[in-house]
């Protein structure tokens, strides 16, 4: 009987798994919130219990099970599996890949989550056919991961793509992390957020401050009917982000970056001010044909990427379809 493959992609708010065929199509997908406050042993057995339901709904026995991969935020080493510091978890030297390899049985592969969404898009996505990108994730947190030559590139010590802890304003706002002005404290999801609330609070004008729950979704779309507030909270964002992406191409010489995570969703609104941000910085020569655009596989990246994990952790190839 053929085998399937079980991809977990962990974030700071929810939890996203699939059931994989052979081909690496998902056909099966389920989502639980995180709570990471729980701590990790408790988000871990949620996820568990989660796995087991999903299985016994669709007659899954757990002898079909091929391999498990997962794809979770912060400094993660790879080859043992364990996950070093997860800031946006408050996660510390916590040993995800021996927790399902125990209680599963099966060949298990950890990896930091927006690695695992580049791996998707070189798969399936945005990054198929080229062999050198920067795949970001606007979230909670910011990621990036990057195919060099051909290759998933992790640095040193598994810590490679921590972009969203590039410091982009010296005396900016604190980060999770410790230090001040990172972009993720820009160009987030919480920080857009956070940004308008305290707009208002300042007393600006702005069609936000009705009561409702503030969201990404809802600046958008005052951004459409042409409310300052949420124009510059994008706006920001977005020159922020393009001002990060020309050095890091400054750096890696890629040849296309790939956005994306909820943020991303904000679409042209994002991506204009990005785009002409980075054109600005960019050195000419450098810069020249890079392509910024949207994930191809929006929000399933990371999913899509831990199910090709899955396949890697049973030492299957990943440019060709695993077999049973």
């Known amino acids: ?14 939890v996203v798994m699939a059931l994989g065929d052979g081909d690496g199509n998902a056909f099966v997908k389920k989502r639980i919130p995180t709570l990471a406050a729980d701590g990790p042993a408790r988000v871990l ?15 899954t026995s757990f002898s079909r099970l091929g391999g498990i991969g997962l794809g979770v935020p912060g400094l993660v080493d790879a080859e043992r599996g364990v996950v070093r510091l997860a800031v946006n978890l408050n996660w510390r030297q916590v040993a995800v890949s021996e927790v399902f390899r125990s209680h599963f049985g099966v060949p298990v592969r950890v990896d930091n989550d927006v690695r695992s969404a580049a791996l998707g898009e070189y ?20 990621g990036s991961g990057m195919f ?4 998933l590139y992790a640095g040193a010590t598994g810590s490679a793509g921590e972009i969203g802890h590039m410091v982009v304003e010296r005396e900016g706002f604190p980060c999770t992390c410790g230090n001040r002005g990172c972009l993720e404290t820009i ?7 956070r940004f308008v609330r305290e707009r208002i609070t300042e007393g600006v ?27 510059e909270a994008i706006r920001r964002a977005g020159k922020y982000l393009g001002f990060a992406l020309a050095n ?8 296309r970056v790939i956005i994306g995570g909820g943020v991303s969703l904000l679409g042209d609104r994002l991506f204009g001010f990005v785009r002409s941000e980075f054109q600005r910085c960019v050195l ?3 810069g020249d044909g890079v392509d910024i655009v949207p994930a191809a596989l929006g929000d399933e990246a990371g999913v899509m990427g831990a199910l090709a994990l899955a396949r890697q952790a049973a030492g299957l190839p990943l440019d060709s379809p695993a077999t049973a």
């Not at 399937?4 to 962990?10: A, E, P, Q, T």
Request: aromatic share 6%; glycine share 14%.
């Open 187 to 193: 160009a987030s999801g919480p920080s857009l957020v």
């Open 123 to 142: 798969q399936f996505g945005a990054g198929k056919g080229f062999r050198h990108f920067l795949c970001l994730t606007l979230g909670t947190g910011i």
């Open 205 to 231: 004008p702005t069609s936000l401050d009705n009561g409702e729950p503030l969201t990404v979704e809802r600046i958008g779309s005052a951004f459409d009917v042409q409310d300052a507030l949420a124009q």
């Open 148 to 151: 060099l030559d051909g290759r």
């Open 1 to 14: 009987m053929e085998s399937v493959w079980l991809g977990i992609d962990v974030g700071g708010t929810n």
């Open 284 to 286: 000419k020569g450098v």
């Open 248 to 255: 890091a191409v400054h750096l890696l010489n890629v040849e």
């Open 45 to 59: 057995k949620r996820i568990i219990d989660a796995v087991e339901t999903m299985l016994e709904e669709t007659g």
